[in-house]
């Protein structure tokens, strides 16, 4: 939400302070600033309001905030208007329960025009478009007092408004901007006999204020927020009425909000009243009563926050105290347990006054962590041990022939709402997952791979309650087959359990041979080594392929035999390691007339073009 | 000549490995292959008509190439060496942690040595579990912070915070006790370089009688103060979440610009970094935790942008795209 700092000053005249000092403070106690700029002379504070805080998409709200925290009186815009002595009353009826509290009033000949400049400057730094004054004005007072407010031009529709719910009264409904929505029979509209006028959320054109409009009606209304946080989804339609409306906001606000607005278009737009006040609140808002003792704020903070200063900031917010009881004001519809009190008070006092390093201490409590997490570290630290490098992939799967789904097709559990909807399954099999990564590695010509990935399979079981099941897999892949079966025989010794029996063992797919074991029932079984070593931490780079690694070979001759490590080290240094993927020798050749000794090296280069990578290789490997 | 093109395109889309492309190539585009083949009998071919056939068998080997291109792109492809020799030297192998599990264990390492336990739960939840235990009833507009991805709507889900395992460990032990969680979370959004619809969230939760804010923020800056370094700049600021209160909210100094503002921070000096509270009363009873008598705290943060920062990492997608490597030995 935008907050104009001129503006903000029609509630705090005595606001002074720097506006990177009002950015940090807002911060700090709970409306984070994510910006401030200067735009057309005005200081404009960008705020991210919290969900809870309905009365802060207001400026009056966020004023009454910073009152308390500059311990500034608050001071309300004046107003003009006063209830009027005409007899007529509006022929507005309320069918709907969703309605929480309407106040309206008529005014009859409005001259409607351009707005003044310092509106039009004031709704287009709130990001939206000037349309004239009435309708200016009525945005303007809802973002002073943060309730949504809407006039109605009475020649298009007449003075007898019903506020009901649609009950498939119409199905398309064309706003003031044109678009055409599509009604559900519980959406909350606001009609006349003939048709609707408006929804809770974004008023319609039939009964929109253009130049030539004289008679209105203007409504300030709260409704139930379930049904316009429904209404908001099932018409797909998002409006800055909506998102506040969706809020807890307060009933007994709407008056300021609607003296406001009334003054305002007396004051810019002519007109006089012409029916006496509507006000529907069926059944007033009581706020709670709260228990709260003056030394919780301490004993929740850490710190000693005197008891004097707790009851002040209470106050000071509105609240109502007698004795240990406090009532908070209607405005704050987020306060309602001691613990909402006490956060009050901490944030007022200053949570950066709580120090940052007394951390807890240790204490010796019973070991809770599942026996499966430590069985995946063993595993983890054994895999790694054994040359094989840890992936991770998505979970969701692809519908396609590459899918390796052992519990059946029928079984595979899928995603109702993914928007990447390419991928909609749960895999069945880590197999899966590594198929693609042989993939991968493949379009990259990654040498010599051999990796593992622990994680989550998922399946349907219909007997059990909970059909959705998942259980935890490993997954090897080995370029040599061979070597693979070498290697869970050694797993299998250090972890004192036989891991070829386990199900599903090695697998073939597309010519690739893999190992998986589902893990969750192993740690059942007698004899297995899990010793917990979840400290062992293991550092190491990984790099982020971008381009092929390049494989180059190179025959070198040396007239005495060549200690292989260290030939291979000897040719590491002469490379930025920026560019070294990896360096083997995949041949010896010992010729005797004349006696010479013949290494084939091999070269793996990345971040290299091909160009690039063969003068490099040039450079080590003929000294060019 | 009329070789059938459309037998050997079905041959070629049927292929699902690279080996078995680079045969079908051979066997048509080889130095003694199918259109080679037919390509030495042009002379055979009567005067008049050797450009025809000329063309013909050019464009013929055109779209097999293209068919070849297209499969390749679709194909598994095989590990380069497992057709090359194996090698007679190399420096010694070593296998690697995937970054995620490291700074995972990392955070475990130093929660363990204040006594916590680590914690897991499933990944497909309840909504009762990943909302309605964590204070967020049905339509609630805290809901919007999180678009979920749903398996069953609107009972089962993929959980979409790390709190919902906070739900889980409450309702399973009793108090005290201290826990921390490494957790894959998973949220409705696009994939791109710099979002993901999977994140890696990292959770601690403690209850135990007489915990403090002070407790809370003074881990959390401990947490903080060992991934990033002791100079590391934290603010703790309130904050909204529905499953704790009072909440808290660490937004740590921007490193690129020392808090003056910069597009990383998107001006505003400070980045934020997660989210953190004392259990709101709520939240323990529906678990059956008496607030009377326990208190407990919880803080979350997301894994993927730091480590992404740590590893030199430019595209979110790395860690669980397969282009993610290591190099195999050790130079």
């Known amino acids: 939400m935008k907050l104009i700092l001129s503006h903000l000053q029609q509630f705090l005249p005595d606001l002074s302070y720097p506006p990177e000092k009002i950015r940090d403070d807002l911060s700090m106690i709970g409306h984070f600033c994510n910006y401030y700029e200067k735009v057309e002379g005005e200081i404009v504070f960008d705020l991210d309001i919290k969900v809870n805080r309905g009365d802060c998409l207001g400026y009056y709200g966020l004023a009454r905030d910073l009152s308390v925290y500059y311990n500034l009186p608050l001071q309300l815009p004046n107003t003009i208007f006063s209830a009027t002595n005409t007899n007529y009353e509006l022929p507005i009826k309320v069918t709907s329960p969703d309605v929480t509290r309407i106040m309206s009033i008529k005014i009859s000949n409005v001259k409607v025009g351009s707005s003044p400049d310092w509106l039009i400057k004031f709704i287009k730094l709130h990001n939206i478009n000037s349309v004239n004054n009435l309708v200016d004005l009525t945005n303007y007072a809802m973002f002073l007092y943060g309730i949504p407010s809407h006039a109605f031009d009475t020649t298009k529709c007449t003075d007898n408004i019903i506020w009901e719910n649609n009950h498939g009264k119409t199905t398309n409904f064309t706003t003031l901007d044109g678009t055409i929505l599509k009604l559900y029979p519980e959406n909350l509209v606001i009609s006349n006999p003939d048709k609707v006028l408006s929804t809770d959320l974004v008023g319609g054109k039939n009964s929109g204020i253009t130049d030539t409009t004289t008679d209105i009606i203007i409504e300030v209304a709260i409704y139930n927020r379930v049904r316009v946080r429904r209404d908001s989804k099932q018409l797909k339609t998002v409006t800055e009425a909506s998102i506040r409306l969706e809020k807890d906001l307060d009933p007994d606000t709407i008056p300021l909000g609607f003296n406001c607005l009334a003054s305002l278009i007396l004051k810019h737009c002519s007109g006089q009243i012409s029916s006496s006040l509507f006000d529907y609140y069926p059944q007033k808002t009581v706020p709670p009563t709260i228990a709260f003792s003056s030394n919780k704020p301490s004993q929740y903070s850490g710190i000693d926050i005197p008891s004097e200063y707790s009851f002040e900031v209470l106050k000071h917010l509105g609240c109502t105290i007698s004795d240990s009881l406090v009532t908070p004001p209607s405005i704050r519809k987020d306060l309602t347990l001691e613990e909402d009190l006490i956060e009050e008070v901490v944030r007022f006092w200053g949570y950066n006054k709580i120090p940052t390093n007394q951390p807890l201490q240790y204490e010796k409590l019973s070991d809770i962590t599942p026996k499966i997490l430590s069985l995946i570290e063993l595993l983890k630290d054994n895999l790694v041990a054994l040359g094989y490098d840890e992936v991770r992939s998505w979970p969701l799967v692809q519908d396609n022939s590459n899918s390796v789904n052992p519990f059946g097709l029928d079984n595979i559990i899928r995603t109702q709402n993914s928007i990447n909807s390419e991928f909609p399954n749960l895999r069945q099999s880590l197999i899966t997952s590594l198929l693609e990564q042989i993939a991968q590695y493949g379009r990259y010509k990654l040498p010599k791979t051999q990796y593992f990935e622990i994680g989550k399979i998922f399946y349907l079981d219909r007997q059990q309650k909970n059909p959705y099941q998942e259980k935890y897999s490993v997954a090897l892949y080995h370029n040599n087959p061979d070597t693979l079966i070498d290697n869970i025989k050694t797993l299998s010794k250090r972890l004192s359990i036989n891991l070829i029996d386990q199900k599903p063992g090695l697998f073939i797919k597309n010519g690739f041979h893999f190992f998986e074991i589902y893990l969750d029932h192993l740690v059942e079984l007698p004899g297995l080594i899990s010793t917990p070593n979840m400290q062992n931490v293991i550092k190491n780079s990984a790099y982020e392929l971008t381009s092929q690694i390049i494989t180059l070979d190179a025959n070198v001759v040396f007239s005495e035999k060549q200690d292989p490590q260290q030939l291979l080290q000897t040719y590491v240094a002469k490379i930025n390691p920026q560019y070294l993927w990896n360096l083997v020798i995949l041949d010896v050749y010992e010729d005797s007339a004349p006696k010479q000794f013949k290494y084939t090296v091999r070269a793996y280069y990345y971040n290299l073009d091909d160009k690039s990578a063969k003068k490099l290789h040039q450079q080590v490997f003929s000294g060019e | ?331």
Request: proline content about 6%; glycine content about 8%.
């Open chain 2, 1 to 331: 000549m009329n070789p059938n093109l459309d037998q050997i395109k079905s041959e070629i889309l049927a292929v699902q490995t690279s080996p078995e492309l680079e045969d079908l190539r051979i066997k048509y585009l080889g130095r003694n292959g199918l259109i080679n083949g037919l390509f030495s009998k042009i002379g055979e071919q009567p005067v008049e008509k050797r450009k025809d056939y000329g063309q013909q068998l050019n464009t013929i080997k055109k779209q097999i190439e293209e068919l070849l291109a297209i499969q390749s792109t679709k194909v598994t492809t095989v590990d380069t060496l497992v057709q090359e020799p194996e090698s007679l030297f190399s420096l010694p192998k070593v296998g690697h942690l995937h970054p995620i599990t490291q700074t995972e264990r990392e955070l475990n390492a130093l929660f363990k040595k204040l006594g916590f336990s680590v914690y897991d739960s499933p990944i497909i939840e309840t909504d009762e579990f990943n909302f309605q235990r964590l204070n967020v009833p049905l339509d609630h507009p805290a809901r919007d912070m999180q678009d979920t991805i749903y398996i069953n709507e609107p009972t089962y889900l993929l959980r979409t915070q790390g709190s919902t395992i906070e739900s889980r460990l409450l309702s399973q032990q009793k108090p005290p006790f201290r826990c921390a969680f490494p957790g894959i979370v998973y949220r409705n959004e696009k994939v791109n370089k710099s979002n993901h619809f999977i994140f890696h969230h990292y959770q601690a939760v403690v209850v135990d009688k007489n915990i403090t804010m002070k407790d809370l923020i003074g881990t959390m800056d401990l947490m903080f103060k060992t991934l990033y370094g002791p100079s590391a700049i934290v603010r703790y600021r309130c904050k909204y979440y529905p499953e704790v209160e009072p909440g808290v909210g660490p937004d740590m100094q921007c490193f690129n610009c020392n808090g003056t503002g910069c597009t990383l921070c998107k001006h505003a000096g400070w980045i934020e970094m997660g989210g953190s509270g004392m259990i709101h009363p709520n939240v323990l009873e529906s678990a059956g935790i008496n607030p009377k008598i326990w208190r407990g705290f919880a803080f979350g943060m997301g894994l993927d942008r730091w480590v992404m920062a740590k590893f030199g990492i430019t595209d979110i997608r790395t860690f669980l795209g397969g282009n993610l490597a290591y190099k195999p030995n050790i130079l």
